[in-house]
């Protein structure tokens, strides 16, 4: 796992300002690079922890009905941009024995928001972590999300969604399964 290292992010945001032609040293930039290593430290900080951390405790229910966190609002960072993208997780298992407390799913999100990452893969290793550690009958993960990188520049399309779905085990074999989260979630 890696290690943050504010003085190379201080280093490498100075450059980056005189790169795009800025003067480092004029009184509104002057704090930047400090500013900025301090703040990736907090957005950052998933890149050096265990994201699955969160699902390690668990426990033994009898009833394994479906369990559905909708609109956990997140934030992350695209990793082919360093823009932010942002909007809601939608997570939902059925247990087969184990669960976890429910801030715990929301845990989960957060911590694999803070690392550089891509909106598919994010789905994925939700879903991934959830199956490994609670080794659910089903698990089915919706993201929609707007990210900078399309809407502030390129083709700038202000508010637009990309949903990214991950659906595995009983959810995958089962279309009532599916329907019962999409009206559960309401998106
Ligand atoms: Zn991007």
Known sequence: MGKIDKNKIEAAIGLLLEGIGEDKNRPGL?????????????????????SE????????????????????????????????FFGKAHVAYIPDGKVVGLSKLARTVETF??????????????????????????????????HLCMTMRGIKKPGSQTITTVIKGAFADDERLQNTFWRMVKM
């Open 30 to 50: 002057k704090e930047t690079p400090a500013r900025i290593a301090r703040m990736y430290e907090e957005i950052f900080a998933g890149v050096c922890e265990n």
């Open 53 to 84: 951390s969160h699902l390690e405790k668990t426990f033994i229910v009898e009833n394994n009905e479906m369990i559905v966190e909708k609109d956990i609002v997140f934030y992350s960072v695209c990793e082919h941009h360093l823009l932010p």
């Open 113 to 146: 928001c803070r690392r550089p990452q891509l909106q598919e893969q994010l789905t994925h290793q939700i879903a991934t972590a959830i199956m490994r550690h609670l080794a659910p009958r089903g698990v089915m993960v919706v993201i929609e999300a707007e």
